[in-house]
């Protein structure tokens, strides 16, 4: 477990580096530094695991994996979180009153990225690899090119959505706000201020 504060003006200036659309999107840091987890574990609402269908990681039996795991495809996800009350919207990422969706980043190479919406519809959450936990308005603040070389998250390719009442039966809405108070209180120990 490796946690790592860093100042906001350290974080931000990585993440524009690495997000180039953040520099006119309005976003903000949500946690810390943290390879616990990654985003398809943070889009299932989990902070202690690392989920993907390749061997070594966290993905439910009788669910197919991935050989190798850089090979998942959509189909991968759209299949997991069909166990979670998903269902395909196509692209539709507008907010809906009652659902909660996830999106599935793709590049040449496969599926790369998932960010979940605000339950309140207030932007996406993304949990960026190693790095923090973001809230940015737009998928668009995260994407890139979608070739293989460029290294990036690359495109939205599908959205899922499922209900608020399917939220709250799995717990995202309380494993999500139990992530804000840690981080809101870890800020206020180490005194700092993203």
């Known amino acids: 477990m490796a946690r790592l504060y860093r100042s906001d003006k350290e974080a931000r200036a990585a993440f524009i580096t690495e997000f180039p659309n953040l520099r006119i999107a309005k976003w903000s840091i949500k946690s810390y530094w943290d390879d616990d987890y990654q985003c398809i574990a943070w889009a299932e609402c989990y902070t202690d695991r690392k989920s993907w ?32 009350g998903y269902k395909q919207c196509g692209l539709d990422s507008s907010f809906e009153i009652g659902y ?6 793709a590049n040449d190479q496969g599926v ?14 993304s949990k960026t690899g190693k790095m923090e936990d973001i ?8 994407e890139g090119d979608r070739s293989i070389l460029a290294g990036q998250y690359g495109t ?4 899922l959505k499922r209900s608020w009442w399917s939220a709250l039966i799995s717990l ?10 840690k981080f809101w209180l870890s800020r206020r120990v180490y005194n700092y201020s993203f």
């Open 53 to 84: 269908p390749g061997v070594g990681y966290t993905w439910p039996e009788g669910l197919p994996r991935a050989d190798p795991p850089e090979a998942a495809t959509e189909d991968h996800f759209v299949q997991r979180f069909a166990l979670l």
């Open 100 to 105: 909660q969706k996830v999106a599935i980043y």
């Open 112 to 125: 790369t990225h998932m960010a979940r919406q605000h339950l309140l519809g207030r932007g996406w959450l």
């Open 135 to 142: 809230l940015h308005p737009n998928l668009e603040d995260i």
């Open 156 to 159: 939205v390719t599908l959205i």
């Open 172 to 181: 995202c809405l309380f494993r999500g706000l139990w992530a804000d108070i």
